[in-house]
Nanobody, 124 residues
Framework: QVQLIESGGGLVRAGDSLRLACAAS????????MGWFRQAPGKERELVAA????????YYADSVKGRFTISRDNAQKTVYLQMNSLTPEDTAIYYC?????????????????WGQGTQVTVSS
């Protein structure tokens, strides 16, 4: 069983930055691929960024490329999402998720474990 706890959300202004963190309770954290998803009101949950256990393979949604950076610290069992140049369109609940098995990095259905989410609100 893997538990994920997100932190770092909040209310910011357009152009500001935020850093989200997701702490995992997993014996073999380094074997998990990790992803950050977000869900805005009335919209589907979408993958924002993801990376493999070794951080060798990364994925970013087109909407965040060049602005967001995903990273992980396997020793601390934590994954981060650095978000720069935030816009009101980034407003959503951000969820951390873990993928323990096979399946593509960019497909939501392969993620087994989910955090409770953290709210990010960007005002104009």
């Amino acid at each position: 069983q893997v538990q994920l706890i997100e932190s770092g959300g909040g209310l910011v202004r357009a152009g500001d930055s935020l850093r989200l963190a997701c702490a995992a309770s997993a014996r073999t954290f380094e074997r998990l691929a990790m992803g950050w998803f977000r869900q805005a009101p009335g919209k589907e949950r979408e993958l924002v960024a993801a990376l493999t256990g070794s951080s060798k393979t990364l994925y970013y949604a087109d909407s965040v490329k060049g602005r967001f950076t995903i990273s992980r610290d396997n020793a601390q069992k934590t994954v981060y999402l650095q978000m720069n140049s935030l816009t009101p369109e980034d407003t959503a609940i951000y969820y951390c998720a873990a993928k323990s098995g096979l399946g593509t990095l960019d497909s939501r259905r392969f993620y087994d474990y989910w955090g409770q989410g953290t709210q990010v609100t960007v005002s104009s």
